[in-house]
């Protein structure tokens, strides 16, 4: 009777405990519209929130809550990974023109690509105090950092090419992922160790391998971004608990253990009757 229990116990269990699910969300900003896009890479849907608190806001990092800046780094306001705003705000030191990709560590670190500035820089916790990093020679258009070996990746706005940096900004490697347009967008998968990255204005996101293979592509129906710059993977997949509506399935698993049970018990006090 003991291990039907623990039979029992498993079972149920299994079938209703919470079940972990991976969110595979894509953040895309359209700073002049004042508009950003929370994609869902798995189907290609997505919802937008308003960035109308901000002018021209683009460069953003995304951990548990989007940190997005305008694009001179004059005004950061915190949004939730829903696109509410959590009421956070804060002044940067503004002079950057430009700024339309951003990206962070995840440690208190933010990392922006300063097109006319021609520079990556680097903020403080709340996206302030920012400084040049280093200069790629070369205007830079995109940026994410890749949390697997601390370095960034770069896009190069005149000839459209992707380009892996150490922080210290030598160049380890590059590609071209030929796309034809204004290649933006950057963000870097956590999960699957891969890129994705987009064209300015285009609901096609297209996922590249760091060698620069193109794995494949996702089109986000009915959305229409106008110019878009700023991408982003929150950096540390976002686990959601998802607990499931029992199907017919298994209510029948429920009851056939209810028919087991029921069954054992009219044997164990059957045994006690005969003896």
């Known amino acids: 009777m003991k291990s039907i229990r623990m039979v029992v116990a498993a079972t149920v269990i299994c079938l209703f405990s919470p079940l972990q699910a991976m969110a595979q969300t894509f953040y895309l900003t359209s700073g002049d519209a004042g508009t950003s896009y929370i994609i869902d890479l798995s189907n290609g849907s997505f919802t937008s929130f308003s960035t109308a608190l901000q002018t021209s806001a683009y460069a953003l ?14 005004a950061i306001v915190e949004y939730s990974l829903a696109g509410v705003p959590t009421g956070n705000s804060w002044v940067g030191p503004g002079g950057f023109a430009e700024m339309l990709d951003g990206t ?6 933010y990392y922006g690509a300063s097109w006319n500035t021609r520079g990556v820089t680097t903020s403080d ?12 020679g070369f205007p830079v258009i995109g940026i994410t950092y890749d949390s697997s070996d601390n370095t ?8 459209g090419s992707v380009s892996h940096y150490t922080l210290l900004g030598t160049q380890i490697s590059t ?3 030929g796309l034809g347009g204004r290649e933006c967008c950057l963000a870097y998968d956590d999960v699957s160790d891969t890129l994705w990255l987009s064209e300015n204005g285009s609901n096609v996101i297209s996922n590249y391998s760091k060698t620069g293979t193109l794995i494949g592509s996702v089109t986000v129906t009915g959305m229409s971004p106008g ?10 997949a976002t686990v959601l608990p998802m607990v499931p509506v029992p199907s017919m399935g298994t209510w029948s698993v429920v009851v056939l253990i209810g028919l087991v049970m029921g ?3 009219y044997r164990r006090k059957s045994a006690q009757h005969a003896v």
Do not use: H, M, R, Y
């Not at 916790?125 to 040049?132: A, G, K, L, P, Q």
């Not at 960034?152 to 000839?159: A, E, K, P, Q, T």
């Open 61 to 74: 990092g995304v951990t548990d809550s989007i940190l997005l800046s305008d694009i001179s780094n004059s």
């Open 104 to 109: 962070t560590n995840g440690q208190g670190t």
């Open 125 to 136: 916790s709340t996206f302030t105090n920012t400084t040049v990093l280093f200069d790629p």
């Open 152 to 159: 960034l990746w770069l896009v190069n706005d005149s000839n």
């Open 175 to 177: 590609f071209s992922p």
């Open 227 to 236: 110019n878009t710059w700023g991408g982003e993977i929150a950096l540390g």
């Open 263 to 265: 069954f054992a018990f």
